[in-house]
């Protein structure tokens, strides 16, 4: 949850019920029970159960757009619409994470980490959002366990291993797909073939912003999804 900035949360929330949660094994929530982003959104699933939510749009950034993915397959009756955030479609099609970036945002320097979330030319949009994020009190990132079982479920979602992933196409859930045109960890052609996955998904390409292209550009993506959800 420490990811996402205050200011971007709460503008939502203006209109909308904003419910924000850790995924599995970071901060207080439980490990799922096994390595892969089907176990993630089954975890979601039974969150959405136990608040009693029913049907709800769901926003997953990055991972948690995977595991958005893999719920509203699982579970379409707890999924009204969808926000896809600079995430992969789990096919098998999707180009790879480049090796360079996944190293980068793996560094333990933060310098190095915004660098691969932000482009060159927009300092400004990385300091606004680590001043935000950082007015949580006692700011947590998840542990290297964490992060190493992240990163094997996302590679078996790339590879399509992963069943829900190769099922996208049978979804029937309003679906819209954004990213940055810059996005050093999802080139733009993983967003396209996700929009050309999922029938009927709209595609949304800003230009000069990278991975975290939903808070640099806040101020036009949350009135998209607020048109977009109605």
């Given at each position: ?7 971007f ?10 419910i924000?949660?850790d995924?599995a ?23 959405i ?12 950034w990055?991972?948690?757009?995977m ?14 619409r ?14 790879p ?56 479920a ?39 073939l ?12 800003y230009?000069?912003?990278?991975h ?11 009135p998209a ?6």
């Amino acid at each position: 949850m420490d990811d996402w900035p205050p200011s971007f949360v709460d503008t939502l929330a203006g209109h909308h019920t904003v419910i924000v949660f850790d995924n599995a094994g970071v901060g207080q929530t439980a490990p799922a029970a096994s390595s892969s982003i089907t176990a993630m959104a089954d975890q979601t699933s039974d969150l959405i159960s136990a608040l009693h939510l029913h049907r709800s749009a769901v926003l997953g950034w990055s991972m948690g757009g995977m595991i958005a993915q893999a719920l509203a397959v699982d579970h379409p009756a707890q999924v009204s619409r969808l926000v896809l955030a600079a995430t992969q479609a789990g096919t098998g099609k999707a180009l790879p994470v480049p090796a360079q970036a996944a190293a980068q945002l793996a560094s333990p320097n933060p310098a190095t980490v915004l660098a691969v979330l932000f482009p060159p030319d927009q300092t400004s949009a990385a300091s606004a959002y680590v001043t935000g994020i950082l007015q949580y009190p006692s700011f947590y990132a998840a542990t290297a366990a964490t992060k190493a079982s992240q990163g094997l479920a996302i590679q078996q979602w790339l590879a399509g291993q992963d069943p829900p992933g190769r099922q996208i196409g049978k979804l029937r859930v309003p679906t819209l797909v954004a990213d940055g045109t810059l996005d050093q960890l999802d080139p733009t052609a993983n967003d396209r073939l996700l929009a050309g996955s999922v029938p009927g998904a709209r595609l949304i390409l800003y230009p000069d912003a990278g991975h975290a292209f939903l808070f640099q550009d806040a101020s036009s993506f949350i009135p998209a999804v607020e048109r977009f959800l109605g």
